[in-house]
């Protein structure tokens, strides 16, 4: 099995397991939140050691390892985005899995297993057509301020969305237009959504423009900018 079908299938798998323990009824929507990223984890960390013995991992859930820093291929992994919208019950959630290489996101799939839907990698994928006035994706709880100002400044319709990954394939799916993210985030919050993104021919960068590296000694990194191509010289003036 090839990197790519590797992610698929293992954010597939850990969708239906987080289906499969949100639909059990035992949980409350806090404690569900909690299983579901233990549950998740668990079984992304068994499989990857299973099937890539040789990579090193960073992962949310599990204590960073500095021995990655060394290595040329490493899987990047959340393996619950959006443990909130989780445990309300709600579609927008997602699981993360990415490979870089050589600091590249090489490869990546995100499960929105609510939606029934798993977005890879793999080339060839279609973004519909925009609409006649801009859709931005922001958060539920705390959209930044430059992604308030850029849409102001745009006349774009704000959509409010939960989790990173959910957000950045609503612009593969023709469901909003930009996904300017400058209020925090971790290279699991963005890897795979990254890698999923640049293959179809998305645009996705810092909100400088600089390009998306990972494996860093430090894996905050904080903003992210995913458009389409003709749009992104005209956000990034504006930022």
Known sequence: MNDTALARHLAATAGSLLLTLQHSGLFSAKALGKAGDRVANAFLMEALAAQRP??????????????????????????????????????????????????????????????????????GHIIPPAGARPRMLVSRTRPAAEALAVAQALGAELVPMGSAGAKAMAVLRGE?????????????????????????????????????????????????????????GRILALL
Request: some cysteine; glycine content about 8%; proline content about 6%.
């Open 54 to 123: 040789d990579d090193a991992v960073l992962c949310e859930e599990e204590k960073d390892n500095a021995a990655r820093l060394s290595a040329s291929r490493v899987w990047i992994i959340d393996p619950l985005d959006g443990t909130r919208e989780y445990g309300e019950a709600r579609s927008d959630w997602a699981v993360h899995v990415a490979l870089a290489v050589d600091g590249a996101p090489a490869t990546g799939a995100v499960a929105l297993p609510a939606l029934g839907l798993t977005l890879t990698s793999e080339p």
């Open 176 to 232: 909003a237009d930009i996904y300017l993210h400058s209020g925090g985030q971790y290279e699991w919050d963005n890897c795979a959504p990254a890698a999923v993104a640049l293959a179809a021919g998305l645009h996705a960068s810092r909100i400088d423009g600089t390009a998306l590296t990972y494996n860093n000694a430090d894996p905050y990194l904080p903003d992210l900018l995913i458009c389409r191509k003709e749009d992104a």
